[in-house]
């Protein structure tokens, strides 16, 4: 007996003369999940090269291989044409042809009812010439979740040889489109069945094609009304524009930090301040969604040689765009440990570098700090402290923590003291206020502490928190408030 090709293997088999009529397979009733056509090509296959009686019962000869288990219940029910016998004759969608694979028991109970109700005791052998049956009277039988006995529509792009072409070595694994939905060629080795190929082919295509499109346009429709109704809830209700706003800036941080994180490991392979740059990057285009613009002054003056000690003021989470809009290369952040456990921003923060201290312990917040002072230098990284130690959002300064002006003396390098204008034309979480904005930012001259020691901290301190406010005052358009106030 002939050895099949089994399409599911990628071994090369005697070729076969007569092409697989691979049309028969669209005959199957149930729709296939494409992981068995496979086995069911293997199955027709293998049936194909066993003798078959196409008259009285079907009786398996001696010694061919059983269907296995899995295959048979891949395989649906009551073919169109037995694709085993390739008997011509109109579609019964109910009979049971001789030949097709016996079901599993719970797969026929629908079908039994439906045959005798339709088509007279089971087993009866098919009339191949009776004429067409008249249409079914009555209302159609409820489609069973395995016996749907309507016409599927097989899927578009099913998993099979090429319809009598070459397809290089093997004959499995070409992708096609199905029978029903390839265009009818004139004298085709089989013809297209009764109400099948052509109609159903033509017809599903353009069927699924219209009907794609409309889902398409259903969806396209429903986000523009979703996106408009969002809109006017925004401009109606300041509470709905700033949740919306924050909420998006927050989905903005996460999904960007679990793309960029990836990228950075790729690039530079773990923690390292140089992340920055590609964290930078990616956090300067967050500008664009909100509205807000920059305007920057003194970046000269973060030229300075070595490693230096910068200090900004701290007003919300959307500090983050104005950190990175003006940071220097080399440059990483002191922050709270807790940072560290916010999911995917903490693990960037992480991997650019950032150094997490626990503000509720002096003690290790000054130890980790002491360990920066010696470091930075021979790193050659600056370091970028918000000395008021959490945000503050009230267009005034809080009184500054003294650990970056410690670790500015301890390791002799500069303070360079960084200014944003006040967010509070733009941006108040107690009034529900986030609109788009400009933000003035400034770079002041650096602050010497080489000679100085621990006992100049607090002077050094507050002359930095005393320029600091100054400018705040006056890039916020509050000059003169902030000369009489230490
Ligand atoms: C791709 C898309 C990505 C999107 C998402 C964006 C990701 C962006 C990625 C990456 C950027 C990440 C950016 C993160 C930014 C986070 C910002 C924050 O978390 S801000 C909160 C934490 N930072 C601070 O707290 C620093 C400021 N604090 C200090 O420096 C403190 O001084 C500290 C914590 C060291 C100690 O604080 P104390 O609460 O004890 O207060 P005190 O007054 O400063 O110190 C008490 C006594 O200890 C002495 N002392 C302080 N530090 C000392 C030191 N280092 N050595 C010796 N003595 C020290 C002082 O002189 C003071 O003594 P005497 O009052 O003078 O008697
Ligand atoms: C899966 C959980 C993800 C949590 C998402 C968090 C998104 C954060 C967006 C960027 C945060 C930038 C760092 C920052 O600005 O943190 C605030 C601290 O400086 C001060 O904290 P606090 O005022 O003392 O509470």
Known sequence: MRKPTDPTSHQEGPKDPTPIPWDALEAWEDPIPMQDTKTLHHMVRRSKNTPHSTTGP??????TPKTPHHAR????????????????????????????PKLPHHATRDTKTRRHTKRGPKNAPHNTTAAPQPPPTGPPPAPGPVTELRAPKPP?????????GRCGRT????????????????????AAP????????????????????????????????????????????PAVNFVLRIGFYYVLCIVCSGLTAPVCLLVNGGRTVKNMRIIKTVVKSFKYFFGLRFEVKGLENFDV????????????ILDMMGLMEVLPDGCVQVGKKELMYAGTVGLITYLGGVIFINRKSTTSAKMVMAEVAKTMTADNVKVWVYPE???????????????????????????????????????NPKKNLFTSGKIKVEVLPPIETKGLTSDDVSDLTDRCYNIMRETLFRLSGRSGEGKDSS
């Open 305 to 316: 040689e070595g490693p230096a000690i910068i200090v900004s003021n701290h007003q919300s």
């Open 389 to 427: 130690g959490t945000r503050n959002c009230t267009g005034d300064l809080l009184p500054f923590k003294k650990g970056a002006f410690h670790l500015a003396v301890q390791a002799q390098v500069p303070v360079i003291p960084v200014v944003y204008s006040s967010f509070t034309t733009f941006y």
């Open 156 to 164: 578009l792009l099913a998993l099979s040889p090429p319809h009598g």
């Open 194 to 237: 009764r109400g099948g190929g052509r109609k159903r082919g033509g017809g599903s295509v353009g069927l699924g094609g219209s009907r794609g499109r409309g889902m398409e346009l259903g969806w396209l429709l429903w986000g523009a009304a979703v996106l408009l109704l969002l809109h006017l809830l925004m401009e109606l209700s």
């Open 58 to 63: 079907h009786t398996t000869p001696r010694g």
């Open 171 to 190: 004959r499995g694994g070409g992708a096609e489109l199905s029978r029903a939905h390839r265009p009818h060629k004139a004298g085709a080795a089989h």
């Open 73 to 100: 219940r891949a395989l649906p029910i009551a073919p169109r044409r037995n694709p085993i016998s390739h008997q011509e004759g109109p579609y019964d969608p109910h009979g049971h042809h001789e030949g097709a």
